[in-house]
Nanobody, 123 residues
Framework: QVQLVESGGGLVQAGGSLRLSCAAF????????MHWFRQAPGKEREFVAG????????DYADSVKGRFTISRDNAKNMVYLEMNSLKPEDTAVYYCAGRGGVVRGLASSMDYWGEGTLVTVSS
């Protein structure tokens, strides 16, 4: 069992930066590929980024490539999402999620979810 708690969301102007954090509570954090998803009002939840169990492999949605960076610290049971050059269309609730096995950008394949943190980018 893994509990995930996100933090770091807030209001930022377009072009700005935010760093999201996800704290994992459980003894087997290193067994899970970790992901960030987001959901904007009226839209489906979408994949943002994923990182492998050891942190050596990452994957990103095309919309965030070159702007967002996912990382993890298995010693601290933490996963991060560094977001730069933010755009109004990045406004959404951001969710941390984990699954056993490899990174997979499919929400239905996740085993655990956090409650989400709101990111609002003003124009």
């Amino acid at each position: 069992q893994v509990q995930l708690v996100e933090s770091g969301g807030g209001l930022v102007q377009a072009g700005g930066s935010l760093r999201l954090s996800c704290a994992a509570f459980g003894r087997t954090f290193g067994n899970y590929a970790m992901h960030w998803f987001r959901q904007a009002p009226g839209k489906e939840r979408e994949f943002v980024a994923g990182i492998s169990r050891g942190g050596t492999s990452t994957d990103y949605a095309d919309s965030v490539k070159g702007r967002f960076t996912i990382s993890r610290d298995n010693a601290k049971n933490m996963v991060y999402l560094e977001m730069n050059s933010l755009k109004p269309e990045d406004t959404a609730v951001y969710y941390c999620a984990g699954r056993g096995g490899v990174v997979r950008g499919l929400a239905s394949s996740m085993d655990y979810w956090g409650e989400g943190t709101l990111v609002t980018v003003s124009s």
